[in-house]
């Protein structure tokens, strides 16, 4: 009788840990995250005054809504194993900012490592997955960033798998973020287990470059771009290529921040800043606000864009998007600048992964610019415009009935 009691305990136990991810992320996630900015440099008092600067700026009200804190909140695990934050910069306690980021209509995330430490040296989930999960739950967390530093001998699939099941096992709907920086090509396994999942090292904030750290290098928005082109059909609604996030307002010129923000909402990305927004320029403000880019990047169908020309420094990608409609960008990747040019009507486009079909020869779309929120015209006729160096022109297509 012992026997089938503890057999029945262990299948409830089993049913219990595994299971599916929490139906979460139909289109990119947005939000904001310390690590680009701030780097190890965080405490209680400047995400609280980020999240009051999201809110006030009208960030929020655009869609980013996700705070998330990076690496180097952490303090120590007690005597049961129980992580707590570093109690000189976090002396209020997580579930404190988790409850002053939910007041305020935004929501809370975090970070750990499938590994021993984290990349910054902290203590990692390694063996204590179940117990950060409900610790993260109990915090009230909506968000987990988990990275993969220290993690020799560790399998990639498994590790995340497990972090999966503690997140389920700890009930409450959690976004999880794989951040392997593309090392196992988590889009080949990631697909049920995490919501986005990194496809690349670390972004860095300049347009066209490698930045050498020793052992490692982090990428430029070009060099991240280039890198995503097979990996279109892996994304879609719930699970994402996360190309890293954004570096607009970190020292780019405008024109690159905008080019960078523009080709991020082609590629279907999660939008997550990584600037200082208690301290934005209005450019930079302006850029991450439009509405109207945002949206190509929120669209339903959650199609990432694919290359459509390519003149060398010129490029123009295309990403279908409902309503029959069609971004278009222009992207000049040179230090000179571009005639875009295109006669639309010898141009109609399929896209072999969505099956869109865009009949130019047949079928008249209106075009809007999305920069100048202008309305230009149609696809009747042949577009020019010029595009400033390490810059974009970006248009939305909509069928006229
Ligand atoms: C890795 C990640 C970064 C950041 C740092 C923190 O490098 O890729 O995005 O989280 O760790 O240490």
């Not at 001998?153 to 798998?161: P, R, V």
């Not at 990608?317 to 000179?336: V, W």
């Not at 141009?347 to 020869?361: A, M, P, R, T, V």
């Amino acid at each position: 009788m012992k026997k089938t009691f503890l057999i029945l305990f262990l299948l409830i136990l089993i049913l219990k840990i595994s299971g599916q991810k929490y139906d979460l992320a139909k289109t990119p996630p947005m939000g904001w995250n310390s690590w680009n900015h701030f780097g190890c440099d965080i405490n209680e008092k400047i995400i609280k005054e980020v999240a009051d600067a999201i809110v006030s700026s009208g960030m929020r009200d655009a869609g980013y809504v996700y705070i998330n804190i990076d690496d180097c909140w952490h303090g120590k695990r007690d005597s049961l194993g129980f992580i707590h934050p570093d109690n000189e910069r976090f002396p209020s306690g997580i579930k404190a900012i988790a409850d002053y980021v939910h007041s305020k209509g935004l929501k809370l995330g975090i970070y750990s490592d499938a590994g021993w430490r984290t990349c910054g040296g902290k203590p990692g989930s390694r063996g204590y997955e179940f117990q950060d999960a409900i610790t993260y739950a109990k915090w009230g967390i909506d968000y987990l960033k988990y990275d993969w530093c220290n993690t020799d001998g560790l399998k990639a699939d498994e590790a995340y798998k497990t972090m999966l099941h503690a997140l389920i096992a700890a009930k409450r709907p959690i976004v999880f973020s794989i951040c392997e920086w593309g090392d196992n090509k988590p889009w080949l396994w990631a697909k049920d287990i995490g919501h986005l999942w990194r496809t690349t090292g670390d972004i860095y904030p300049c347009f066209d470059c490698e930045y050498g750290h020793g052992s490692w290098v982090s990428n430029g928005i070009l060099q991240i771009l280039d890198k995503q082109k097979d990996l279109r059909q892996y994304a879609g609604p719930g699970h994402w290529n996360d190309p890293d996030m954004l570096e607009v307002g970190n020292g780019m010129s405008v024109s690159e921040d905008r080019a960078h923000f523009s080709l991020w909402c082609m590629l279907a990305a999660p939008l997550i800043t990584g600037h200082d927004p208690r301290n934005m320029t209005k450019e930079t403000l302006e850029i991450l606000t439009n509405k109207e880019v945002i949206a190509v990047d929120q669209d339903s169908l959650g199609i990432q864009c694919f290359k459509m020309l390519d003149y060398g420094d010129l490029e123009i990608y295309a990403k279908p998007m409902s309503k029959g409609r069609l971004a278009i960008c222009f992207l000049n990747r040179g230090l000179s600048v571009q005639k875009a040019q295109l006669d639309w009507k010898n141009h109609n486009i399929y896209d072999g992964l969505s099956g869109l079909n865009y009949e130019f020869s047949k079928k008249v779309y209106k075009i809007r610019n999305l920069w100048t929120k202008n309305d230009i015209g149609t696809t009747e006729n042949r577009f020019i415009a010029d595009v400033p160096p390490h810059d974009v022109v970006m248009l939305l297509l909509s069928p006229i009935k």
